[in-house]
T-cell receptor, first 109, second 113 residues
Framework: GIQVEQSPPDLILQEGANSTLRCNFS?????LQWFHQNPWGQLINLFY???GTKQNGRLSATTVATERYSLLYISSSQTTDSGVYFC???????????FGQGTELSVKP | DAGVTQSPTHLIKTRGQHVTLRCSPI?????VSWYQQVLGQGPQFIFQ???????GRGNFPDRFSARQFPNYSSELNVNALLLGDSALYLC????????????FGEGSWLTVV
């Protein structure tokens, strides 16, 4: 089955700093997504990005499907960016999502 | 419009007991999936339901079961609770099983003592 690995596992930033989170996946996926889990446990969709690059405000993501990795960029980080970031992929459209172990981000004021 | 709603939000059960968790999807969404998230790990897929039929099952024992109702809401049942079942249980809603549009509820925190 597909495996999803994320790095780094933990990241501490000073407010205003930039960061890059990485997701490697072991097999072809056609539903690569990034999520942010807030301290209360809710998972929020950030990007659906099976390939290419997307941007949403200070966040952007790039997936290179042929090389089986995806990157999430956070620029000018804010304390509200703190939480755990997950990438997840699926074998088929929708369906069972396989999550990575997450990157726990802490942004200090 | 309401998002994905789950109940209860928190509960404590004793080993050996049974628990039922409930989920109401976003209006118009017909597919519901359940995930278990143990502390410090990513969510793990348990079930997916669509139009009241099971469309997928993760690697969980038969103590875990689920069903979907005609109004597309869903229940997750866990029998003979073990300490290791303590986790955040997440429900996800999507228009159909093939949709990449997926929304999660806030989860039900289960503690087994």
């Amino acid at each position: 089955g597909i495996q999803v690995e994320q790095s780094p596992p933990d990241l501490i930033l000073q407010e205003g700093a930039n960061s890059t989170l990485r997701c490697n996946f072991s097999d072809s996926v056609n539903n690569l997504q990034w999520f942010h889990q807030n301290p209360w446990g809710q998972l929020i969709n950030l990007f659906y990005i099976p390939s290419g690059t997307k941007q949403n405000g200070r966040l952007s993501a790039t997936t290179v499907a042929t090389e089986r990795y995806s990157l999430l960029y956070i620029s000018s980080s804010q304390t509200t960016d703190s939480g755990v970031y997950f990438c997840a992929g699926a074998y088929n459209q929708g369906g069972k999502l396989i999550f990575g172990q997450g990157t726990e981000l802490s942004v200090k004021p | 419009d309401a998002g994905v709603t789950q109940s209860p939000t928190h509960l404590i059960k004793t080993r050996g007991q049974h628990v039922t968790l409930r989920c109401s999807p976003i209006s118009g969404h017909k597919s519901v999936s359940w995930y278990q998230q143990v502390l410090g790990q990513g969510p793990q897929f348990i079930f997916q339901y669509y139009e009241k039929e099971e469309r997928g099952r993760g690697n969980f024992p038969d103590r875990f079961s689920a069903r979907q109702f005609p109004n597309y809401s869903s229940e997750l049942n866990v029998n003979a609770l073990l300490l290791g079942d303590s986790a955040l249980y997440l429900c996800a809603s999507s228009p159909d099983p093939s949709s990449a549009t997926i929304y999660f509820g806030e989860g039900s925190w289960l503690t087994v003592v």
